[in-house]
């Protein structure tokens, strides 16, 4: 599965962006699809999850102020995200799941939340 992420940017605190992330490839034996950021000097962690039978995870931080969604045909999957704090400022990363056991990985796409 190959992954393609877009909608990064600089936005002000309190600001909005929407992520994109299209999977191409083995699209038929995806998952789960979801969003994991990496912060400076910080770990990667989960943001949030979509399973290809529509259950959802977020992390505590960005519940109530992130949203994931998919299309129609479950290859691409958004993340709105309101309300942005400086500390949301991280490499977002889209990633796939699919079997048997695989784990694929986009590109990364920058999200700066500063004034």
């Known amino acids: 599965v190959q992954l393609q992420a877009s909608g990064g940017g600089l936005v002000q605190p309190g600001g909005s962006l929407r992520l994109s992330c299209a999977a191409s490839?083995?699209?038929?034996?995806?998952?789960?699809m979801g969003w994991y950021r990496q912060g400076p000097g910080k770990q990667r962690e989960l943001v949030a999850t979509?399973?290809?039978?529509?259950?959802?995870n977020y992390a505590d931080s960005v519940k109530g102020r992130f949203t994931i969604s998919r299309d129609g045909t479950k290859t691409r999957v958004y993340l709105q995200m309101n309300s942005l704090k400086p500390e949301d400022t991280a490499v977002y990363y889209c990633?796939?799941?699919?079997?048997?056991?695989?784990?694929?990985w986009g590109q990364g796409t920058l999200v700066t939340v500063s004034s």
């Open positions: 490839g083995s699209i038929f034996s995806i998952y789960e």
């Open positions: 990633n796939a799941r699919s079997s048997p056991g695989f784990s694929s």
């Open positions: 979509i399973t290809s039978g529509g259950s959802i």
